[in-house]
């Protein structure tokens, strides 16, 4: 192409008169000499060109090597002439000999500090403070030039790490102790300090295997210890050297003899009042907490601090230090956890037998049984002292002050919960002799703000409430707070009656809400229960986060906090189905599109199928552990219905959920086939006089391990003989309704009656049938269960308390005091003098957590599992 251009351009040059000569037989012009002289010339200008470039390149790069070889040849002149300058020097340090006077002394420090090389100089500093410390015998001080005395200082410190075991340190100590300078130091100079100090101890000491708690150090290992504390005594600013001490322990090197070596020797300092807590408050006000989270190392910060307030006298601290106790704590608790895999996933109601630890047992050697140095050890030490009386009583005094205190209370309780339930519990009980911080925790969730669109602020719980996320700082700001008035909530409510929650507010009972406010927070619960499912299930999932799910903890945390909402949901409603405080309809009428309106389902006249089944979610409820391939997957909307229906089914109105479970067992019924399939029925024959033993008998599961399926019965009568007629469902009715009637009457011993004739499971069942009683409570189940499954009603009314216990899932009970006087009204008036009565009075009762059983005549004596914790206080 450039070719052609090229005669393009030259063509006008070239005789234009269409002589035949000037074209080639194909049509091309034909090139005279001229013409190749020039494209010969341009194929070599370009060569010439790329030859400049590379002659210019290769004298730029050897200006560069020359360059690079003269800084080479420099630095190691340099480095050639110090090294014969530094070996002079060392030679005239040594030939100087042993310095008398304070002159020489100064002489010697500068040469030192020219050449100083820790590895290699380490006897020459240590001969050189031997000499400074001899000095101070004889003469003052004082007279020595401070800077030098910093210089020597500064070469002292720097040779510590390096003191073998057999070396001599015992003269830089001294000569440390001898002109440390009484005055502040800046915190780099601490921190190089600390750290050398901590240094030369490890590589003097080893720590004994397995790791153990050292209460008692040889003499020379207490002596350097002490090193620690002399900054603070010598320093004006002594909250700085304080601060200082505290980050240097925090390295992870150190960790281990914290643990084991340092912080008991800090606790022996605090008890014999060379060092108090007080001063420990006052220089974390500067920010070493934040550093040491920073540092990754707040877990053992956390135990540090605990230890040091488990022997430290609260009482001498003044109020404002005692409030910012719980304001650390609550700092470094959000950065203390165990893993998910290895939390107590125990239940707050579990019945396990497992005694609380007190708070003696932090101090002691052996901690919970956890490995030393571990964040299982860490959390035990701070929970066994976060539940602790006298802080317990502060804790509340500050949350009671201040919203500061607010959040720091609910954060400890929120750590105390994830990480030692039986410690969440002993403080639980703590908080509930307050009456007055319930109201505070409520009005302090309920101010908690987000910043929204152009200025406006709303409330993280509307927030919630609408179904929208929230960020993680605004997690952590409102779940623990609510998560502890949840349970104080739920931990109320289930000791009082009815007529308690209806005289709620009064001075004279337990609950510090009136009937109005409880009406008020019922309505938060319900809608806040419906916008966490929406959380749960986006229907736009591009407007969430897509990080939400992934964090276990994150995950863990959004489980739990809907756990206990829908929890306290379920109790406000069966609060409301006996007293009736909120409006008609309260629970159904949350303007939220739960399921279909039936409208929707119907088609009008002439229509030949409808188009969607009504409630057709209901099919993913039939689910098996392995899904069917080829079934669509559950739509957002779907799997918001299948957990209302899961954990709050009553915001549903009651007639959808008759609905809802016709359209279950029908689905069941198709997929199972038994709808239809009425010759593969199980057939057997009863007596009448024996209807119950035979039943037993022939639908044991080994017989009919399928109860779906039609069932066939031949009866006997009284005499022996069979009774006419041919089963189509009518005999096996009859039959079932009087199976069930036999079942449950009283005198069998199944089941036992109220004093208002509801019927309960009996508890001395395991008597009268002490082989296989379980065996006929499975059986009368599989007997309740068909009957529901066929539609057929039956004449049975069980307790309240029973179906309540029954229809719970575990952890998830909504029992109260009110089920009591269903069960025993006796037990239950005494419970109610018991609240009410003096503390004097409980006490002439010499009452205990013991019972007496009476099983058909043999009288056993049981002993309460909180019987030691209750003469333990």
């Known amino acids: 192409k ?66 690079a070889a003269t800084k080479i040849q420099a630095v190691y002149r340099s480095y050639r002439i110090r090294k014969r300058f530094h070996a002079f020097l060392r030679e005239n340090f040594d030939g100087s000999g042993h310095a008398t006077t304070f002159e020489q002394l100064k002489a010697q420090i500068g040469r030192l500090s020219f050449f100083f090389r820790p590895n290699i100089d380490l006897n020459r500093t240590v001969m050189l403070c031997a000499d400074a410390v001899s000095l101070s015998q004889h003469h003052d001080t004082m007279a020595f030039d401070h800077l030098k005395c910093k210089k020597m200082l500064t070469l002292a410190i720097n040779i510590l790490p390096y003191i073998s075991r057999d070396g001599n340190y015992v003269p830089v100590l001294r000569c440390i102790q001898v002109y440390l300078p009484n005055e502040s130091s800046s915190s780099s100079w601490l921190r190089n300090y600390y750290h050398s100090i901590i240094t030369l101890f490890i590589n003097q000491f080893d720590l004994s295997q397995p790791l153990r708690i050292e209460e008692w150090l040889p003499p020379r290992a207490d002596t350097i210890l002490r090193f620690l504390i ?89 109020l404002n230090e005692k409030l910012l106790l719980p304001g650390y704590f609550a700092d470094l608790v959000e950065h203390v956890s165990r893993p998910v895999t290895e939390q107590r996933r125990r239940s707050l109601n579990s019945d396990s037998d497992t005694d609380d ?206 756990k206990n909402v829908a929890s306290i949901t379920k109790v406000l409603y069966e609060r409301d189905s006996r007293l009736h405080f909120m409006s008609n309809g309260f629970w159904s009428s949350h303007n939220r599109q739960v399921v279909m309106n039936t409208s929707l389902w119907r088609t009008g006249k002439g229509r030949r199928r409808t188009r969607e089944r009504p409630f057709q979610f209901v099919r993913l409820l039939l689910r098996e552990n392995e899904d069917n391939a080829n079934e669509e997957p559950p739509t957002a909307a779907e799997l918001r219905n299948i957990s209302i229906l899961q954990s709050i089914p009553f915001v549903i109105p009651f007639m959808h959920r008759v609905q809802m479970f016709t359209e279950l067992i029908n689905q069941d019924r198709r997929q199972s086939g038994t709808d239809s399939d009425v010759h593969d029925a199980y057939h057997f024959v009863v007596h009448r006089s024996t209807l119950y033993e035979d039943a037993f008998w022939n639908l044991s599961p080994s017989k009919v391990p399928d109860m779906r399926r039609p069932i066939r019965v031949q009866m006997v009568n009284w005499v022996g003989l069979d009774e006419a007629g041919i089963d189509g469902g009518g005999i096996f009715r009859e039959f079932l309704a009087e199976l069930a009637q036999t079942a449950l009457d009283p005198s069998r011993g199944f089941f036992a009656t109220t004093h208002d004739h509801l019927l309960y499971p009996n508890p001395l069942a395991q008597f009268l049938y002490p082989s296989n009683f379980q065996d006929h409570f499975y059986f009368i189940g599989r007997i309740i269960a068909k009957l529901i499954y066929e539609g057929q009603l039956a004449e049975t009314r069980f307790a309240d308390f029973f179906l309540a216990q029954w229809l719970g899932s575990s952890g998830d009970s909504v029992l109260d005091l009110e089920y009591v006087k269903s069960y025993d009204p006796l037990v239950y008036n005494n419970l109610k003098f018991l609240k009410c009565c003096p503390r004097e009075e409980v006490d002439a009762l010499e009452l205990d957590f013991s019972v007496i059983i009476d099983n058909l005549g043999a009288t056993e004596f049981l002993e309460g599992r909180f019987e030691e914790e209750w003469k333990r206080s």
């Open 230 to 318: 002399l900054p603070a005594n010598r320093s004006t600013n002594r909250h700085l050297a304080i601060e200082m001490l505290l980050v240097t322990l925090m390295e992870r090197p150190f960790e281990k003899y914290v643990v084991c070596v340092i912080t008991p020797f800090i606790c022996q300092l605090i008890h014999k009042g060379e060092l108090n807590l007080s001063e420990i408050i006052h220089s974390l006000r500067e920010g070493a907490i934040s550093t040491i989270i920073d540092m990754k190392q707040a877990p053992l910060f956390t135990h540090l601090l605990a230890m040091i307030v488990s022997v430290s006298p609260l009482e001498s601290l003044p």
């Open 357 to 562: 630890e007190n708070v003696e047992s932090a101090i002691s050697t052996n901690v919970g049984g956890a490995p030393l140095a571990t964040i299982g050890y860490y959390v035990e030490t701070a929970t066994a002292v976060l539940t602790d009386c006298a802080l317990r009583k502060w804790f509340v005094v500050s949350a009671i002050s201040s919203e500061g205190g607010v959040r720091a209370l609910s954060s400890l309780c929120y750590f105390l919960r994830q990480n030692a339930p039986e410690a969440f519990l002993t403080l639980l009980c703590s908080l509930l002799a307050y009456k007055e911080f319930m109201p505070r925790l409520w009005q302090y969730i309920v101010s908690l703000n987000i910043r929204a669109g152009f200025g406006a602020t709303r409330s993280l719980i509307s927030v919630l409430e609408q179904g929208e996320y929230i960020s993680d700082s605004d997690q952590n700001a409102l779940i623990p707070p609510l998560s502890l008035f949840i349970a104080l909530l739920s931990n109320i409510l289930r000791t009082i009656d009815d007529d308690d929650l209806t005289n709620g507010g009064q001075s004279s009972t337990i609950l510090p809400f009136t009937l109005a406010q409880i009406a008020s927070i019922a309505t938060h619960f319900r809608d806040l229960t419906l916008g966490l499912i929406d959380v749960a299930y986006p229907v736009n999932v591009s407007a969430f986060p897509t990080n939400v799910t992934e964090s276990p903890d994150k995950r863990s945390k959004w489980a739990d906090l809907f």
């Open 2 to 67: 450039a070719a052609d251009c090229l005669v393009g351009l030259l063509f006008p040059i070239i005789d234009m008169t269409h002589n035949i000569f000037l074209y080639d037989f194909n049509g091309s012009v034909r090139r005279n000499r001229l013409q190749d002289a020039i494209f010969k010339d341009m194929g070599q200008k370009e060569e010439f060109m790329r030859r400049l470039e590379d002659e210019r390149n290769e004298r730029h790069l050897l200006t560069k090597k020359k360059a």
